[in-house]
């Protein structure tokens, strides 16, 4: 994907200054950081919250709007967060605690991978997502997001990469790690992931805490941003903020939007090429948005949810983009797949997203100019997997036409979604 040319995000109003300038130079600002009650997102509810429904070994038979389908669990792990397919078919599956898994036709290896690096694991920080180079068949590289801790106790996230060599990654580095760590005080786990665009660059989100939520719109912070990155972890000489400043305050360079809350769910549209993007909003305002090169996509300035504490937000501002879909009640979206495959042909031109929250995978379809058909917010949406009553932290279109979903529990399912007949 090639970014457009940038246009003004940040419109130059003297409000909008004041609101974000305390924010950049780190000085309270009661309206926006200290009234509200602080609540965490919908990524920071606590992992001990009540016990999970047992999922049990299936298999199932549902019922859908458009297709009977079987659901199949192939594999128990522990709080599994992003799965990748390798070209020969194989399919890598991240654990939130630090562990890399590979499963080949269906069937879990009972040995993880290693050479991973060691993550923090408090809360919902951990290994995250994991993303497979374009030109793996020649280069076998892997990469990962995960939570960086740090010596004082201090959390980054970062981008690593390693070759796959057989049941390691050899050679792993981390090759870009997000500026603004999240102090130990102040700890409330964001998230990441990351797909490969067509040009071969990869985009990797990174989230804001709800604590410092001014920082999605700060130049000089990743976080809260969509980043574009080359596949070493430097930064292309095309992307949209290289040396441009707002009311003097230089961008970072990889910044390809902002705006951004906590992003759970990133992929390539496979019909147009564009990076389509889900976020999860406050009170309501869960949103899908399609992503260009220098836009700002409102956080915290404007959603279509409400604060936590029932406050009504602004929802629109000149210069910053709305979603092509939007929830409420949130399902707190994770995970964002374009249906492409064959097997089922009444999904073609449909998303299908997780939900932690609403337990569930909504389906929402397209239509020809890619918007959503019906409604633009959840009664358009398709409310599919509640018989199981599990978190579902991930879903992904496998290269056998199969869809593939992770269950956010200590006991995780992968399971695989298969027309019933
Ligand atoms: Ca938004």
Redesign the pocket.
Known sequence: MTPSPSRPTIAGSLTLALTLLPGVLGLTMASAQTAKPVVPNAASVPSAAPAQKSLGPGPWTLDTLKQRIRVVRLATLVRPWGLAFLPDGAMLVTERPGRLRVMRHGVLDATPISGVPKVLTSGFDGLLDVAVHPAFAENHLVYLTYSKPNEDGSVQTALFRGRLEGTALVDGKDVFIANTPIPKANQQSVTSRIVFGRDGTLYMTVGSPNQDRLKAQDPNSHRGKILRLKDDGTVPPDNPFIGKSVFGIPYQPEIYSL???NAMGLAINPETGELWQN?NGPSGGD?I?IIRAGHN???PF??LGREYDGTPMEMAREG????VFHWSPNPSVTGLTFYTGDRFPNWKRSIFVGGLMGKRVDRVAFNEKWQPIGAQSSLGAEMMLLELGQRIRDIRQGPDGFLYVLTDENDGAVLRIEPAH
Do not use: A, L
């Not at 910053?320 to 979603?323: C, L």
């Open positions: 705006g951004h809350r976020e949103e948005n996509y409102g956080w404007i959603s910053m983009d709305q979603p």
